[in-house]
């Protein structure tokens, strides 16, 4: 075990880099470690697309409004820093979620994201498919498997192949896209949905292995404790989980330095393997171990000296852009024009849409009573030319969305933009080689590493996972220095 103090800098003051921080300092201290920590971030507030605004009347999501639970990271996460008591599920008298269909909406089953859906007749019913599509659908049970083994598909002709066409357009490309905000002919099965290609090869069938699956959960003993649902977040807002990092670092005796943008990156000799962290206003930080947790193209910029191999890997990770425009109504202004959680836009309508959530509809307490919040979701991949357009003329162009959809003519009595440029990676094809060949170039620096949503995971749980592989990484590094 060092007997030195070891010096963590982190580059990034999103969910990943905080979380990062959050788990070196707390694996440090159950082995006895001596670390002080240095997390740097650019702008001047901390958690990256995690933006809540509360007004006097609203609570606004500017970026993710909630994270999976699926992915248990983002709850033991709040778990651990006592926020258990905040945590919320969606309002369960609105589960329903629409998907627009030859310019109609139409509710989609529950349990789709698991490919059973819940209710059969929902999905018969609700006009989504053809017969025809709904029995191409229902035969991928006796659909074979693929001759594709290992080597990587797209979602696009993996979904079309063991699904069919029909309902790929009109039941998952719009989830995908409200996921990724991607073109799912270009988005990598193997870096997105990885576990429906080993379903599909252990069991011959997505659908067979989902009820296999499913049946193994529901067999599994029930947790005590809080009710859940398939997403969930905090009673004020996902920037109460950012605040309580924030206050956790800051009360273990991390230096949180917030408007220091990174110059570079640097490395000493290999005999003693310290960094240099070079900072725009001059100032050089020397660390035992670096962590970026930047968007990659940034990443790329800062290594481009010390590693321009990975640097050059990392630039050709493609990344979109996207806008979040909240509005809200008087409750009369939308009454019986809106129902259940929102609705999602099919590429094939070509819509500037991508999806709209009636927030007061499926949160609690997001608006005062009286008033509706709705959110509207723009941009991604081939949809980027609407965000050329002025908040004004954003917001009206929604405005004239919303009239065609659901029939909402008044105007909104607030409006928020925001605005994400180059917010979301792009896991294309080849994603996993690249990343597999990132790593096997910095297995000589065991304490730098690369992370954060433009490799592992874009989703909060995601992060939060990679942050907690990172620090157990970095501690067990240190515990194995001379």
């Not at 509360?54 to 994270?67: A, H, K, V």
Request: contains cysteine.
């Amino acid at each position: 075990m060092p007997a030195f103090s070891c010096h963590v800098v982190i580059i990034g003051g999103g969910i990943s880099g905080l979380s990062t921080a959050f788990f070196v300092m707390e694996e440090a201290a159950k082995n006895e470690l001596d670390v002080q920590c240095t997390v740097i971030e650019r702008d001047a507030r901390w958690g990256g697309k995690i933006l809540t605004n509360i007004t006097e009347d609203l609570l606004i999501e500017g970026g993710p409004d909630s994270f999976l639970t699926s992915k248990p990271w983002a709850m033991e996460l709040c778990r651990t820093l006592g926020l258990e008591d905040q945590l919320i599920p969606t309002n369960a008298e609105n589960n329903q979620t629409f998907s627009l269909c030859r310019g109609v909406l139409r509710e989609l089953p529950q349990g789709l994201l698991a490919f059973r859906p819940q209710r059969v007749d929902t999905l018969v019913s609700s006009g989504l498919m053809s017969w025809r599509g709904l029995l191409r659908m229902g035969a991928e049970r006796f659909w074979p498997k693929s001759a594709f083994g290992t080597t990587d598909e797209s979602l696009a002709n993996f979904f079309r192949r063991r699904f069919g066409s029909e309902a790929f357009d009109y039941l998952i490309e719009p989830l995908v896209a409200g996921i990724y905000a991607g073109d799912a002919d270009e988005l990598s099965l193997e870096a997105t949905f990885p576990r429906f290609r080993e379903l599909e090869q252990q069991y011959g069938s997505v659908i067979k292995g989902m009820r296999v699956a499913q049946a193994k959960a529901g067999a599994a003993p029930k947790a005590p404790g809080l009710s859940t649902s398939l997403f969930m977040t905090l009673r004020n807002g996902l920037g109460e989980l950012i605040q309580a990092l924030v206050n956790r670092l800051t009360d273990s005796g991390v230096q949180l330095m917030t408007g220091s943008d990174c110059r570079d990156v640097q490395a000493s000799t290999r005999n003693n393997g310290r960094f240099s962290v070079t900072l725009e206003n001059g100032t050089i930080l020397t660390a035992d171990a670096v962590v970026l947790a930047t968007p990659a193209y940034r990443t790329a910029q800062i290594i481009r000296m010390f590693q321009p191999e990975v640097a050059n890997l990392l630039e050709h990770i493609p990344y979109t852009s996207t806008a979040t425009v909240s509005m809200a109504y008087p409750s009369e202004a939308v009454a019986g024009h809106i129902r259940g959680f929102g609705f999602v836009v099919p590429r094939k309508e070509q819509r500037s849409l991508l999806a709209g959530t009636w927030t007061s509809l499926k949160w609690p307490n997001r608006s005062k009573k009286g008033e509706a919040l709705i959110r509207c979701y723009v941009g991604g991949r081939g949809r980027e030319q609407i965000l050329e357009y002025t908040d004004a003329e954003l917001v009206e162009s929604i405005r004239q969305e919303l009239q065609g959809i659901v029939g909402i003519t008044s105007c909104p009595n607030y409006t928020e933009v925001h605005r994400w440029v180059r917010g979301m990676p792009q896991y294309v094809m080849g994603h996993q080689a690249r990343i597999a060949k990132i790593k096997d170039l910095l297995v000589p620096w065991p304490t730098f590493h690369v992370s954060g949503a433009g490799l592992y995971g874009i989703g909060i749980p995601d992060c939060i996972r990679e942050g907690h592989r990172v620090a157990d990484s970095l501690i067990q590094s240190f515990l194995q220095s001379p």
